[in-house]
């Protein structure tokens, strides 16, 4: 079995997640809120809606931004090597994939503005088939890689 990759990615992008869970919380309390006021208002609609409702957005309130975005980092794993790249990640389900550097036909570097913030930058590797990320790399980090990719890709095309 082979052994997993040695690289993790930036241990900031564990607040960058954080951010951007705590933003997508807006809409399941928004939700949870509106069942509490349609109820009030509805007749036909039971009371029990709205408080099952508030349970799951309690249980998402702790689970999405504190436990989700560590144990993500935690399984977020990469490796470059000379004729592939090796990538793994998951939460519940680990996956482990490699990509050739023959199959290789485009690298780029992509940020938003939580990303940004924290100096990270996503890197994104194209195949004909695919496309690959490794996220949460320092925006240096993740330049380098880039170019490294790119000429390894190139010289492995000039090889074939």
Request: hydrophobic share 50%; no cysteine.
């Amino acid at each position: 079995m082979r052994q997993p990759p040695k690289h993790r990615i930036a241990e900031e992008a564990i607040k960058a997640w954080r951010l951007t869970a705590f933003l997508f919380l807006f809409i399941p309390i928004a939700i949870t809120i509106g069942a509490f006021i349609l109820e009030h208002f509805v007749d036909f609609i039971s009371i029990w809606i709205p408080i099952i409702l508030i349970i799951v957005t309690i249980i998402d309130v702790i689970v999405t931004p504190f436990v989700i975005p560590k144990l993500r980092w935690r399984r977020w794993k990469y490796e470059i090597l000379d004729q592939e790249i090796y990538i793994q990640h998951g939460i519940l389900i680990v996956t482990q994939s490699v990509i050739p550097m023959a199959r290789v036909q485009h690298v780029d570097t992509k940020q938003g503005l939580i990303l940004s913030n924290y100096q990270l930058a996503t890197l994104t590797i194209t195949t004909a088939a695919t496309t690959h990320e490794i996220p949460a790399l320092r925006e240096e980090e993740a330049a380098n890689l880039r170019d490294l990719i790119s000429e390894l890709a190139r010289v492995e095309q000039d090889d074939v």
